[in-house]
């Protein structure tokens, strides 16, 4: 217990996902068993008594790796001194919404959550966003850290990542620590592009063991997009276990490292790698080493996966202008 | 230089996590898996949080018919996490196919009190679940399979369980107290505010309700590097100790409920792997922690009921803790929760005929 305690922001901390995530974190899932961390809990003051729940709920269960608990609705208490940041909190559609008022509330929470962490986080903080529209609030909120390295503004894929991971495990009938190399590219959303054309099973490709170039262009693909709302249709609420645990996945191995021959997918301030836009948070093959992410580069693309690829990057370029124009 | 270090104890980590994958996995079931305490329960068991990180497991879920739904989203979300532990996922609404071949059973279903229930009724109902799922538990669980009860009320319930399942060893059937042990010892490091793992040797004792008694007088303080106190003498507070202590962590349920509108689930959810951890992997030298067990009479505790005492844990045995000294205070509060407990077996019963 010799390590210094890691600072571990978690905003909407009193939601579900929330709930899911801080006893990962407590237990040293996201940073492994050997690293205390102190846990940051914002949300808003409607939130505050549950907050305050959860809070209390940490003290109860004696986790020896928790040093401390912040709770609170104060943003600036919040970010300061943190050195990993899960956005979690976030407007969440309502029934009646147009897609133009989801954004126009999250730019704004993205913009303001920007500043204090830019002006209170410890330097160097590594910044994860889940809300959706995880992709261009993680822009948003670059846009308006300026002082941030871009390179640690990312959003979550991971969970898109692991879906495809599990849906092949299951069609294969194999663990699925055997999958790897899955590529989920784009938006984190229904255009995103779960792509297994460099995917393995203990070196094979996946391709060749599936047999099925029918599924894995058609269902396959539908299958990961559209898991979300499959999942809400089966418990009547949002896949919260599976998000908390695709971000201490995708937290670990940006700190600690990808394990040899093996990359993950992450949201990334895109640098037009694979022609995709530049500009926006595109999610990429990458590997991790030393705390930084490296897109894989060199992998080859088909006409279809092109196809793909260019219109997720559309939709992302579609979302930055309508954040942009909500902003004016 | 730090870095390269770090690479090397990944590598070597990595190494032996995959020598171990060689290891069994080990079967859990969940009841009630569809539930809040569930989703809780099941990623951290899915991490190796419950048994080790290097514990291959195959979790059986098991919940009632008007939640099947709700159970096959929780399965495909443990799909979903593409967990490297996790073998496989059996889930079902049938007792015999989930009881199949447990070494673990976490029983977290039983049948909640609503507005307007008698304690007679919440007895009943949680009576009829548990003689049942005694039975399918003796006929299909793995031999030793060890079981904990969390659901209320949580000692009569795996009473009810031990008695309708006489071939399960008594030993084996046990009942969460640890949640209350955990909430003591957070709320003595709140109080001296030092960091929790400096607190241990709390005791809960008798019944998981408001009439356990969380006993400090044998707990201890060690802060990094320094010398073992008595809690007693360095909290200088007997007053605080003997009143306010004791019914925060009594009440402490109520109080999570109040806050959050719903009930403890991610703690009750910790302290299940805990207990399973420490009682299948031991506790630490000169710890004890608490567990409820089948009642031997010690500590002049009444045999024949579940009752939490103090205890190590051994080779995937517990002992309790035998030669504490037990003052008057102490003796009068033991004594009322395993007055509580003799009435609620009392109840139990009637209701079964």
């Known amino acids: 217990m010799a ?14 996902i929330g709930y899911a995530l801080v006893p990962m974190i407590a237990r040293g899932i996201m940073l492994g068993a050997d690293q205390p961390v102190i846990l ?13 729940g959860v809070r209390m709920e940490l003290v109860d269960a004696a986790f020896p790796l928790l040093k401390g608990v912040v709770a609170t609705t104060d943003v600036v208490e919040a970010c300061t001194g943190v050195n990993v940041a899960v956005m979690v909190g976030g407007f969440p559609r309502k029934e009646g919404m147009e897609r133009k008022d989801v954004m126009s509330k999250n730019v704004s929470i993205y913009k303001s959550q920007a500043s204090a962490l830019e002006q209170h986080a410890a330097p160097n903080c590594k910044v994860l966003v889940v809300a959706n529209p995880a992709n261009t609030n993680a ?16 959003c979550l ?3 898109d990542h692991n879906r495809a ?18 590529i989920i590219w784009g938006n984190h959303s229904s255009t995103q ?10 070196d094979k490709p996946v391709r060749e063991l599936v047999k099925d170039d029918e599924w894995l262009n058609g269902e396959f693909i539908t299958t990961v997009q559209q898991r979300g709302a499959a999942i809400i249709k089966a418990r009547k609420l949002s896949s919260a276990l599976s998000a908390a645990s695709a971000a201490c996945d995708h937290i670990r191995d940006w700190v600690l490292g990808t394990p040899e021959g093996t ?7 895109s640098d037009g790698s694979y022609n995709a836009p530049a500009g926006v948070i595109y999610s990429f093959p990458v590997t991790c080493k030393n705390g930084e992410w490296t897109i894989v580069q060199g992998l080859a693309i088909d006409e279809f996966s092109r196809k793909k690829l260019e219109l997720t990057g559309a939709e992302l370029t579609e979302e930055k202008e309508l954040a942009y124009s909500c902003l004016s």
Do not use: C
Request: proline fraction near 7%; glycine fraction near 4%.
């Open 3 to 16: 390590k210094e305690p890691v600072r571990v922001l978690v905003t909407g901390a009193a939601g579900q």
């Open 40 to 52: 940051h809990m914002l949300d808003i003051p409607p939130a505050a008594e549950a907050l305050n």
């Open 139 to 154: 822009l948003i909120l670059k846009e308006f850290a300026p002082s941030i390295p871009a390179k640690n503004i990312t």
């Open 157 to 159: 894929t991971r969970l």
């Open 165 to 182: 991971l599990g849906q092949i495990s299951e069609r294969l009938n194999v663990q699925v620590s055997d999958v790897k190399n899955v």
């Open 193 to 202: 592009y779960p792509d297994v054309n460099h995917a393995t099973v203990r």
């Open 263 to 269: 990359w993950v997918s992450m949201g990334v301030y």
